[in-house]
């Protein structure tokens, strides 16, 4: 059973920058589609950005030009580089990714983000 954990969240100033961390357990081969998603206060889960296929990415509108994915194969690790923060960012921050051998999705335990203005 391959786990996600993800970690670097925290509170930050308006404008400023942040990188969560995703590692996988198991390797990160294992995973498909890896990505990150979040969910603000009262609002649904929502894409934030992910890997479609191989280096492929995609991004949500409200956060293109800002934030940026990207993985260390080596460190079965996959990162989100966020910039230019703003307090509407404010949310807990999940990594997913589908589980090739099951099809199954695969969740962290989400880490928190606050921007402050």
């Known amino acids: 059973q391959v786990q996600l954990v993800e970690s670097g969240g925290g509170l930050v100033q308006a404008g400023g920058s942040l990188r969560l961390s995703c590692a996988t357990s198991g390797s990160i081969f294992s995973i498909i589609g890896v990505g990150w998603y979040r969910q603000r206060p009262g609002k649904p889960r929502e894409l934030v950005a992910t890997?479609?296929?191989?280096?492929?990415?995609n991004y949500a509108d409200a956060v293109k030009g800002r934030f940026t994915i990207s993985r260390d194969n080596a460190k079965n690790t996959v990162y989100l580089q966020m910039t230019s923060l703003k307090p509407e960012d404010t949310a807990v921050y999940y990594c997913h990714g589908t589980l090739r051998s099951s099809g199954h999705d695969c969740w962290g335990q989400g880490t928190q983000v606050t921007v402050s203005s």
């Open positions: 890997f479609i296929y191989g280096s492929t990415t």
